[in-house]
């Protein structure tokens, strides 16, 4: 599914905000926060198991970067979830490796009890 079929492959179709030699970020198109980003690698592999220690740290350094940028440009964030859906049973929809990066507000969401008593 490499190649014209895959929409992170497409690099000259999407908009980067930051990049680096294995990797880039782009704002997701369906956030579900405000700044919502994709940190991507450049090298199509299914999800983010399949890829090598130089694209995970690659993302990592994008991560950062993208965190702090998202930080300076809104204030309200307070935190982060970063991560990624494997599998379609996981929710993922494009199988091509992607990290989320998601900001949070407090008051955005209801948080979750730690344990549930």
Request: glycine share 6%; proline share 6%; aromatic share 6%.
């Amino acid at each position: 599914m490499a190649g014209e079929n895959c929409i992170f492959c497409c690099v000259s179709e999407l908009t980067i905000l930051v990049e680096n030699t294995a990797a880039f970020a782009i704002r997701d198109k369906f956030p579900v926060r405000p700044l919502h980003t994709l940190i991507i690698p450049r090298r199509h592999v299914a999800d983010i198991f399949a890829t090598d220690a130089n694209e995970r740290e690659a993302i990592h350094q994008l991560a950062v970067r993208c965190q702090e940028a998202i930080g300076s440009e809104d204030p309200s964030v307070s935190g982060f979830n970063f991560g990624s859906n494997i599998g379609h049973a996981a929710g993922q929809k494009i199988f091509h490796a992607h990290v989320h990066l998601i900001p949070r507000r407090l008051g955005d969401m209801e948080l979750p009890a730690a344990r549930p008593d």
